[in-house]
């Protein structure tokens, strides 16, 4: 009886699987393009306080924090560190949007592009005027990390 009980079931299986759809090549292909929409936003949790020290000509440097919200807000506080600013904090605040993996920040006041930086994970980069990375030397400093 328990023969008969085990072929039924391996029976039932073989058929289950045998009416199973194949899909081809093809069907595979199309399924992961369309699935795949990773962008910097939907793929990087860019939100969050991210700081660093970035170089000055005049100073010792300039200590930044940016604030990225969710509603798509930013906050930078910057203080330069040394003679020139003595401790005193400036705060630009404004809106910003994403393309690709690049941020570009809005000023609140005039609706101008203030500044553009490259989103990368744990990491926001200054952007040049032209939004290219920038190089030499000093092109690491421009790297404020995720807090």
Do not use: R
């Not at 936003?41 to 005049?58: F, H, Q, R, V, W």
């Not at 003595?86 to 006041?109: A, C, M, P, R, Y």
């Not at 005039?110 to 744990?122: T, Y």
């Amino acid at each position: 009886m328990k023969k008969f009980l085990v072929l039924g079931i391996c029976i039932a299986g073989l058929l289950v699987s045998c009416n199973q759809k194949k899909s081809t090549p093809d069907e595979q292909g199309l399924e992961s393009l369309e699935m795949d929409h990773h962008t910097g936003e939907n793929s990087l949790d860019i939100a969050g306080a991210y700081k660093g020290l970035l170089p000055c000509a005049d100073c010792e440097g300039i200590e930044t924090v940016i604030i990225l919200n969710n509603d798509k807000t930013y906050e930078i506080t910057s203080m330069y560190l040394g003679t020139k600013g003595n401790g005193e904090e400036f705060v630009e605040q404004g809106s910003w949007d994403i393309n690709g993996n690049i941020i570009k920040l809005h000023d609140h006041t005039q609706d101008e592009l203030v500044k553009q930086l490259k989103i990368g994970e744990g990491y926001v980069k200054y952007l040049d005027l032209e939004g290219e990375e920038i190089k030499g030397t000093l092109a690491e400093f421009y790297i404020l990390k995720k807090q």
